[in-house]
């Protein structure tokens, strides 16, 4: 099963971009692509779980907290991916391509991980 993405509103623009430039049918979607603009992140979270989405995000203040509550609540999540701003935007897409192309979804169910992994 192929990966599938949520890119979080305030998610860098030349990421997604660049994703969709390096692979045609990279499959992301933007939280403003899906009617989510101005959601909170427990809306996010769950819409992306209902989904199979991992959600890709900048928030490194509020999202993590709120992905790991939903886990200790026992519901269900897809993962979440999140780039500190300021990363180099190649490596972003460097990283990212790589876990789609290497990785597993079901690796990233109930995980939070923070780029780049290395």
Same mark, same amino acid.
């Given at each position: $099963?192929?990966?599938?993405?949520?890119?979080?509103?305030?998610?860098?623009?030349?990421?997604?971009?660049? !994703?969709?430039?390096?692979?045609?049918?990279? %499959?992301?979607?933007?939280?403003?692509?899906?009617?989510?603009?101005?959601? %909170? %992140?427990?809306?996010? +979270?769950?819409?992306?779980?209902?989904?199979?989405?991992?959600?890709?995000?900048?928030?490194?203040?509020? $999202?993590?907290?709120?992905?790991?509550?939903? $886990? !200790?609540?026992?519901?269900?999540?897809?993962?979440?991916?999140?780039?500190?701003?300021? +990363?180099?935007?190649?490596?972003?897409?460097?990283? +990212? +391509?790589?876990?789609?192309?290497?990785?597993?979804?079901?690796?990233?169910?109930?995980?939070?991980?923070? !780029?780049? !992994?290395?």
């Amino acid at each position: $099963m192929p990966f599938r993405w949520l890119a979080d509103e305030n998610f860098n623009g030349q990421i997604v971009r660049g !994703l969709l430039r390096a692979r045609p049918g990279f %499959d992301v979607v933007r939280v403003q692509d899906v009617g989510l603009i101005g959601s %909170d %992140d427990a809306v996010l +979270l769950e819409w992306a779980a209902r989904q199979g989405r991992v959600l890709l995000t900048h928030d490194l203040r509020t $999202m993590p907290a709120h992905a790991r509550s939903r $886990m !200790l609540d026992g519901r269900l999540l897809a993962g979440v991916v999140c780039a500190k701003r300021g +990363l180099p935007v190649a490596l972003v897409i460097e990283e +990212l +391509l790589a876990i789609d192309a290497c990785g597993e979804p079901e690796e990233w169910k109930g995980r939070v991980d923070y !780029l780049p !992994l290395r």
